[in-house]
């Protein structure tokens, strides 16, 4: 029975923000990384949510005001997250995995005390269901 610690790509690897980033350190980081979404981590080490270009969007459709000098007066921790990203647990089976890689471009992954220890990418998963299908083919033809 395969877990999905085999898919995880460790936090050390990862780019993540806290709820105390800006909000132009989050669109600067994110661009220079071309991430769409980034997963935030808070003090304690523990997954604190995903926030999204919407959400930053949003942000700025809601104080059209708003420019780059007080976008690094706004934290992420004030800002309403839209996407809810569950986490999977280390512990959980690849089927569990599935219907959350289904809904998000990634999933966070976190230990038993909820503290965030990476990221598994749907790209892997979907690789990896690719490879096992491929598999199966050659089987089936071989028999």
């Known amino acids: 029975m395969m877990k999905v610690a085999f898919f995880l790509i460790p936090k050390n690897e990862v780019v993540y923000l806290t709820p105390r980033t800006t909000m132009r350190q989050a669109l600067e980081r994110m661009e220079r990384h071309s991430y769409t979404a980034v997963p935030l981590v808070d003090e304690q080490g523990r997954y604190a949510g995903t926030i999204t270009e919407g959400d930053l969007l949003w942000t700025l459709k809601n104080n059209p005001d708003l420019n780059l000098n007080g976008m690094e007066k706004i934290l992420l921790?004030?800002?309403?997250?839209?996407?809810?990203?569950?986490?999977?647990?280390?512990?959980?089976?690849?089927?569990?995995?599935?219907?959350?890689?289904?809904?998000?471009?990634?999933?966070?992954?976190?230990?038993?005390?909820?503290?965030?220890?990476?990221?598994?990418?749907?790209?892997?998963?979907?690789?990896?269901?690719?490879?096992?299908?491929?598999?199966?083919?050659?089987?089936?033809?071989?028999?």
């Open 77 to 143: 921790k004030d800002i309403a997250l839209h996407a809810k990203n569950k986490p999977a647990r280390i512990d959980s089976r690849i089927v569990e995995l599935l219907s959350l890689a289904a809904e998000q471009n990634f999933v966070p992954v976190v230990d038993d005390q909820n503290v965030f220890i990476g990221i598994i990418r749907r790209k892997e998963i979907i690789e990896y269901c690719a490879e096992l299908i491929r598999e199966s083919e050659r089987d089936r033809i071989r028999s």
